[in-house]
């Protein structure tokens, strides 16, 4: 049985894929801090599961260091936004702590005990691609994060260990729920999950979903840096026109 392993488990697209996985016959390590619903998804035959904080290096340590899991899946994030007139450095350490120092405890702890033909998948972000408004915190966190993926994946190709990038778009999550702007081409994370395990299992070392919203951001993100902010520039007037109705 090959085992998979989710951080961010408890929650959003990390749940939703660690049951997709149970069920198409995977051994899921679920990984998470809620208690309950970790306790729920230990009911699945497929599933077990560790209780941690991935901000906790000590901890993350502890849990994943005598693990070697065929396929390691990164996920778990944060997202807030910052308000321009009154910026928190303590935001920004909270954001970073779970999105890349989360990460990087987490590939600390597997790295030294995986196997050749191994593969480790860390989730960035669509919004790594432009300077969208109010992303500071995120955008950055991402944009690190997926530069610390492509970082590693010329250091591990030596070890045989296949490093592999998921980008998402806007999915439908508890997380993204909490946004009060539109979200163009949101999908259900069922949906986002398919695509998700799909590319995982070809191997591809570039992920994105939705096709068509990824495939706008990527084209996008080409444009010489003078156009790019005044593009976000436009969508930030339009979120405020928004607001303001």
Known sequence: MTSILITGATSGIGLALAKLAADKGYGVIACGRNR????????????EILQFDITDETATQEALANLS?????????????????QIEPKMFERVFAA??????????????????????????????????TRSQAYGASKAALHYFCK?????LSTKQIL???????????????????????????????KDML???????????FPT??????????????????ALSQRMKSSINNQESI
């Open 163 to 193: 490093v592999q990038s998921v980008s998402p778009g806007f999915v439908e999550t508890p997380l993204t729920n909490k946004n009060d702007f539109d979200m163009p081409m949101r999908i259900p994370v069922e949906d986002a999950v």
């Open 151 to 155: 970082s590693l994946e010329v250091d």
């Open 198 to 208: 799909d590319g995982i299992e070809k191997r591809s070392k570039s992920i994105y």
């Open 99 to 132: 999105n890349f120092f989360g990460v990087v405890n987490s590939v600390a702890a597997l790295v030294p005990n995986l196997k050749p033909g191994s593969q480790l998948v860390l989730v960035d972000s669509l919004a790594r691609l432009l300077p969208f």
């Open 69 to 85: 899991p065929d396929i390691s899946v990164l996920n778990a994030g944060v997202c807030e936004y910052v308000d321009i007139n």
């Open 212 to 229: 068509l919203f990824s495939l706008i951001l990527r084209s996008l993100s080409h444009l010489p840096n003078r156009v790019k902010v």
């Open 36 to 47: 309950a619903v970790l306790n729920e998804l230990e009911k699945h035959q497929n599933i």
